[in-house]
């Protein structure tokens, strides 16, 4: 996953793009980058590391001068982790100069770079994006047209901004796997990944950029918004793991936060395990809180925290090596001892991908003096990986793809072992919305939503 963030006829543009950016880190923690244009040549800056380290005050208000700006924070998931593919990605090209911001997987990428290379492309990065800078480079017409005839070519997940002069461009696949939301503040739009980015920096949530839909901003006004592209079943998929995992819980999705779909989910598991007794509940943070928090008020059962959480590591399961994902789960979480010390304790975390998490914990927590554990789970079994732009790796390192429920809970040696069913997690994130076939559950049930070409 990647976070990414624009805005637009703002004389703070640097400024508000780096704290939209901070906003989004959870998106992403290996590089950070900023493009901005509207009163000088256009410039990018962008190193590996974290936003803070990176967009110092010196760099935001001596390096980046404009009033157009789009930023991003990147979490590989083609190709390498390294500056070569941190973006924003800047080119100059027959139309001038373009920068573009991208988060998700392009599926077809590998087909299009080797037609690319056929017509005597040359390629400076190695991930899925570049592929888009070459198509917009060789189009003709209008900006929208020239934006609209490229992803027309692309298939999988794409959320997109666009920076071209004083334009900013938001584009969404017609799936609309990732998120990519609307948002203003006072004579400014902004588009983001997530609509907390848009409010942390002071702006209002509008709406949702549909999925197919690219719209054309400039000067404060939205010049053109149409849609591009309908998918082959018309039907949106969106990614159900943002609501799972990924996004902030203060985030708006289908109507809600974040935070209470995640709240419904530990309710629908407490309706689940009735029968299972405990003295405690206690969630594994970060993201298992707000279910663990459901599921107390559900079941009646005490909401304890019995895990310190070390705030200067990041996020276990997004880190790019298994090493670095071994450590993180180690320094990041420790049990409180007198918490849970004799305890029968229901733990409920948000999923199982490889399991590293799940394993060390159950260990600390059993050398603590847990008596018991009952392990719940706010997402099915992952049993595929996916495609579009979530790291959840090959079917050989997904421990539920590989092994029974039963042959886990041996594994991490636990008392009961529970996941949501999908009809619960279905139910938890589409409320507030009609429909509820609007998601994206491929890496629960192996369907995937589009042809996958070629993995890319
Ligand atoms: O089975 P695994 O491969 O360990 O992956 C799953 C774990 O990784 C995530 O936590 P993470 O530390 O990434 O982030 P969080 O602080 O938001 O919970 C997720 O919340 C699970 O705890
Ligand atoms: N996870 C993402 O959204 C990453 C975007 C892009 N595929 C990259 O690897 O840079
Ligand atoms: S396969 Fe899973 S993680 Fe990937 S987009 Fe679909 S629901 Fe999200
Ligand atoms: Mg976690």
Not at 49 to 73: C, D, M, Q, W, Y
């Amino acid at each position: 996953m990647c976070g990414i963030i624009g805005i637009e006829n703002n004389e703070n543009a640097a400024v508000l793009t780096s704290a939209g950016l901070l906003t989004l880190q959870h998106r992403g923690e290996e590089s950070a980058g900023i493009t901005i244009s509207g009163r000088e040549k256009m410039r990018t800056f962008k190193a590996m590391g974290l936003v803070s380290r990176i967009f110092n005050e010196e760099i935001l208000l001596n390096k980046l001068p404009g009033t157009v700006a789009i930023g991003h924070v990147r979490y590989t998931t083609s190709s390498k982790s390294s500056l070569i593919n941190a973006q924003p990605f800047q080119i100059s090209c027959i139309h001038g100069n373009i920068s573009v911001a991208h988060n998700g997987n392009i599926t077809n990428f590998s087909k299009i770079k080797e037609l690319l290379f056929k017509k005597g492309a040359i390629f400076n990065h190695t991930s899925d994006t570049e592929i888009l800078l070459h198509l917009i480079a060789m189009s003709k017409g209008s900006l929208a047209d020239i934006i609209a005839n490229s992803l027309r070519k692309l298939e999988g997940a794409f959320s997109l901004v666009i920076l071209k002069d004083r334009t900013l461009i938001g584009a969404r696949d017609s799936n609309g796997f990732r998120p990519l939301v609307l948002g203003k503040i006072e004579n400014s739009y902004i588009i983001s990944s997530e609509s907390a980015a848009v409010e942390v920096i002071g702006g209002k949530y509008i709406r949702d950029i549909k999925p197919g839909e690219i719209i054309v901003i400039e000067d404060g006004q939205i010049k053109k918004s149409l849609i591009y592209n309908y998918n082959k079943t018309k039907r949106q998929t969106s990614c159900i793991f943002e609501q799972v995992y990924f996004s902030r819980p203060d985030s708006i999705m289908f109507e809600q936060t974040v935070k209470e779909a995640r709240v419904k989910m530990g309710e629908y598991l407490a309706q689940q395990m009735k029968n299972i007794k405990a003295d405690i509940v206690m969630p594994v943070p970060d993201t298992g809180y707000f279910a663990a928090l459901g599921f107390s008020r559900t079941s009646g059962i005490l909401f304890e925290n019995g895990f310190i959480r070390n705030h200067y590591v990041g996020r276990s399961f997004i880190k790019p090596s298994q090493n670095l994902r071994n450590l993180t789960a180690t320094l990041k979480l420790r049990p409180i001892g007198e918490v849970v010390n004799g305890k029968e304790i229901i733990l409920i975390d948000d999923s199982i991908v490889r399991g590293t998490t799940s394993k060390r914990l159950i260990n600390v927590l059993k050398e603590a003096g847990a008596k018991k554990i009952h392990f719940a789970l706010s997402c099915p079994p992952i049993i595929g990986p996916c495609y579009y732009g979530i790291d959840t790796p090959s079917r050989e390192h997904l421990i539920a793809a590989n092994n029974s429920v039963e042959k886990i809970k041996k594994y991490l040696n636990v008392n009961s072992l529970i996941f949501l069913s999908l009809d619960n997690l279905v139910k938890a994130c589409s409320s507030g919305n009609k429909k509820s076939d609007v998601f994206c559950v491929a890496c629960f049930t192996g369907k995937y939503p589009t042809k996958i070409s070629k993995i890319a």
